[in-house]
């Protein structure tokens, strides 16, 4: 099975010890990992088929890193720690699983999610971030919202619904809550690579919700 790594803004030689890293110890655990580094020479390639990706990065990846793995929950238990280590190290990456058409959520190794939003909302003196997924249990058909928010530098809370197969239902609610955030005011963010899961404030650009 196919599972690909996709990553902004990071060098090519760190990413490649990286893989090299976690290929190594993953034989010792008894399973095999395949890996090829792609540059992504086109970026309008990808906008169309994986536009959670860019969702996810808030901007265009440069390398896309291939995995050929028996079991993607292997990947998820295993990988998904050093996958964990980079985005603590301030990376910006995220694994895509082609036959889920989904990514691997930062704060849950057996979920997936198909959409994503990362949103903020900046005044004098509020500085509020918003994350909304819609997601799925790995080879389940098992839907959740998941909201994940509060102020700038604090723990973030976090709120679910589940819909278990009412994967219509789930559309719905994401794109509600969607709404609801940009009426407000929020804001879709491309902030610094470095500032991107925290939302860190100020952004260098950013763009209004549609």
Known sequence: MELDLYVANMDLIDLNNWVTKISAAAKTQGFQIEYTAIQISDPKLIEEPLSVILDELCCQPEYQIK???????????????????????????CFYLSAENAIFVPFDHGCLARKVAHLYYQEEMSNKIYHLYLTHLLGQDSYQVISRYGGQGKSLHQASRSFDDRLGEAEREWNRLYRSKVVKGYKIVRPEVSNQLALKFPFPEAISGE
């Not at 720690?81 to 985005?87: A, D, G, P, T």
């Open 67 to 93: 995995f050929q793995v028996l079991d993607p929950s292997l990947v998820s238990t295993y990988v998904y720690k050093s996958y964990q280590s980079l985005l603590a190290e301030g990376e910006n990456i």
